[in-house]
């Protein structure tokens, strides 16, 4: 086979350099794509598939990824494409059991993955990217396994193009979002430990006759196995249930389960794809090793109870994305990125867990069990607004403080919001609202030299009645990547923050990074110099910084 590299002639149109090298151009390397190219970072993206997957796969976008497809100016066309899934209900065997209104700032999007893909690619044209297609990775070269990023600047892919040749190609950065047959992971050694489900299911997208709510998700438990039933946009329904051992899958069969099990009185005719599938539960042991990082289903795979999967790595992708932008762009220092994994390992671990549970209770089947389980459902569902749902919105996951100085010294005045539902503290996402009050979201505005000002670090400053000696805000004055804002106690107690005199450092992502009281200068001193670098080290341009991680 013919042989190029990035640094040899060749008959391929020559390629700029980039910054980082996306392998998987699905949702999640999409998402991450777009977000570093909004940041100005250059990107290369690369997928094995001659074309664009037809299927549709995942469905549902909850609303904390709305919040992502808005920063990256999506989310129009997404509800466009899409339709609110209003309403959750349940039955056992065949008995009405519960069901969950979602209010509109909890309310997840049917769109199918398919059109997901296509609604983030124009975007990603839009920013002036682009995917190349039928590129597959071979191998990786010059791995770092010491667990110092700095220890190399970059690592070599080994390329095969659809015409047979071969590629080198050097980049300071690698994202592998190949899905959960990972080639990236394959090739950094990390294990992938977890189990296959007994059961395997069989899907069916199709038209109705008959009627069924466009609006809402059925769920069908009984002992005989699980039934569910979604609206699509245009009309379609998916069907999925457990597959009976021995039986073929087929439109026929979710028929007969659909009568049985279901509804009753729906016809299922036309169907759009069929598929049979089986649900795993598993994640990578290491999400990061060396300038290698994995995101989506390359990290982790679980159930489709819930609808998480696709949000899980499209959220992992713009936790990596903006701290990559940061790092190459003189922003932060390397040590950001050692973040990316646990804090992401931590939500993997939640929904594989919560997955688990909702999957294991489809497939009850002994008297008691089931009768505890709908128990169980018929008590919670009064609490479930204020409880749950916000979890399944992803709203309420948190990445644990790792150090003492991202709260304050003197917690007892955050006690009381502590103890409130719904309170956000240090490592919850910020409310949307207010981060879009505060400039902490967003697709951007104009900025004063007329370019897109871009959401980045804010830190969001709640006065008090007596003026401090030394103002918060002249800690970051040699800081320009970070923005001060006022927050009003009375902005800070409608959205459950602490109303005390202090300070709410912001995240790019609108996660809460850090909170102190009126005194805690030293305390957000030390978070600024582990977020940001030392004291003057870094500034917004980043030129030194981009050329060192590209020197290859």
């Not at 279901?262 to 049979?276: A, F, H, I, K, T």
């Amino acid at each position: 086979m013919p042989l190029t590299s990035d640094d040899t002639p060749s008959s391929r149109t020559p390629r700029s350099p980039a910054d980082v090298l996306v392998v998987g151009a699905g949702p999640v390397g999409l998402t991450a794509a777009c977000e570093l190219l909004r940041r100005g970072t250059r990107v290369r993206l690369v997928d094995r598939a001659e074309s664009a997957s037809p299927f549709p796969k995942a469905l549902l976008l909850w609303p904390r990824t709305l919040d992502l497809l808005d920063d990256l100016g999506a989310l129009e066309s997404t509800r466009k494409a899409g339709i609110d899934i209003r309403k959750f209900r349940y039955y056992s065997a065949g008995e009405p059991l519960a069901a969950f209104t979602f209010p509109e700032h909890l309310m997840p999007v049917c769109l199918p993955q398919n059109e997901t893909e296509r609604v983030l690619t124009e975007r990603l044209h839009a920013l002036g990217g682009r995917i190349e297609r039928g590129v597959r990775l071979l191998a990786l070269d010059g791995v770092d396994f010491s667990g110092d990023i700095t220890a190399t600047d970059g690592v070599t892919a080994i390329l095969e193009h659809s015409d047979g040749t071969v590629e080198r190609y050097r980049t300071p950065f690698l994202i592998g979002a190949d899905g959960a047959g990972s080639a990236v992971r394959a090739q950094i050694g990390t294990g992938f430990a977890g189990s296959t489900y007994e059961s395997a299911f069989a899907l069916v997208d199709c038209r109705i006759e008959g009627e069924l709510p466009t609006d809402e998700a059925l769920y069908y438990q009984s002992p005989r196995g699980a039934l569910v039933i979604v609206a699509l946009p245009d009309g379609v329904f998916r069907f999925f249930a457990s597959l009976p051992p021995g039986e073929e899958a087929g439109i026929e069969l979710l028929q007969r389960i659909t009568d049985e099990q279901g509804p009753g009185g729906v016809r299922l005719v036309d169907p759009v794809w069929e598929s049979v599938f089986r649900v795993h539960r598993r994640h990578a042991d290491d999400f990061q090793r060396g300038r290698v990082f994995l995101a989506g289903d390359a990290a982790h795979v679980h159930s489709p109870a819930g609808g998480q999967g696709l949000n899980t790595g499209m959220q992992d992708a713009q936790n990596l994305a903006w701290k990559l932008a940061a790092v190459i762009g003189g922003g932060a220092g390397p040590e950001l990125l050692g973040t990316y994994g646990p804090e992401r390992k931590d939500v993997a671990r939640q929904v594989v867990r919560d997955t688990d549970i909702q999957t294991r209770g489809w497939m009850l089947r002994h008297p008691v069990q089931t009768a505890g389980r709908d128990a169980a459902f018929r008590l919670l569902e009064p609490v479930m607004e204020r409880g749950y749902l916000p979890v399944m919105a992803g709203y309420r996951f948190r990445y644990t403080p790792t150090r003492l100085t991202q709260e304050p010294a003197w917690p007892s005045l955050c006690r009381l919001t502590g103890r409130l539902a719904g309170a956000v503290r240090t490592g919850h996402a910020l409310p949307r609202p207010l981060a879009v009050a505060l400039g902490a979201a967003g697709a951007g505005r104009a900025g004063a030299g007329g370019g897109e000002e871009l959401p980045g670090w804010t830190l969001a400053l709640t006065p008090g009645r007596v003026r401090a000696r030394e103002p918060f805000s002249a800690l970051v004055s040699d800081r320009p990547q970070v923005r001060t804002r006022t927050m009003t106690p009375e902005q800070a107690s409608e959205h459950r923050l602490c109303s005390a005199p202090g300070y709410h450092l912001i995240r790019p992502d609108g996660y809460v990074a850090a909170h102190g009281h009126a005194r805690d200068h030293a305390r957000l001193r030390v978070e600024l110099a582990a977020h940001l670098g030392a004291r003057g080290r870094r500034g917004p341009a980043g030129e030194p910084e981009r050329a060192a991680l590209s020197r290859a």
